[in-house]
């Protein structure tokens, strides 16, 4: 789930994946392969994060994830085998 801050003027995107799951701030330099570091850091991931476009090729690591959300929509296979 993608969400601001409500508890500060943070407007900043945020991606949460389990309700109770950790909170990682989105920034508008990150690159998938920042998301994917991000996401393996707080233990959401194992191993390995991969992107694919609507047309199923797969969106290189060094892709601004900025980019990405202006797609109208993209998959995300994340290992969360933990």
Not at 7 to 20: C, G, I
Request: hydrophobic residues 40%; charged residues 25%.
């Amino acid at each position: 789930m993608l969400q601001p801050d409500p508890k500060t003027e943070n407007v900043a995107p945020r991606l949460q994946l389990r309700f109770n799951g950790p909170i990682i701030e989105l920034k508008n330099e990150m690159t998938l392969f920042d998301l994917s570091k991000s996401l393996k850091a707080v233990g959401e991931v194992k191993e390995k994060v991969e992107f694919f476009s609507t047309d199923g090729s797969k969106l290189a690591n060094c892709s601004l994830l900025k980019n990405v959300l202006e797609m109208p929509n993209f998959k995300m296979n994340i290992d969360h085998a933990i």
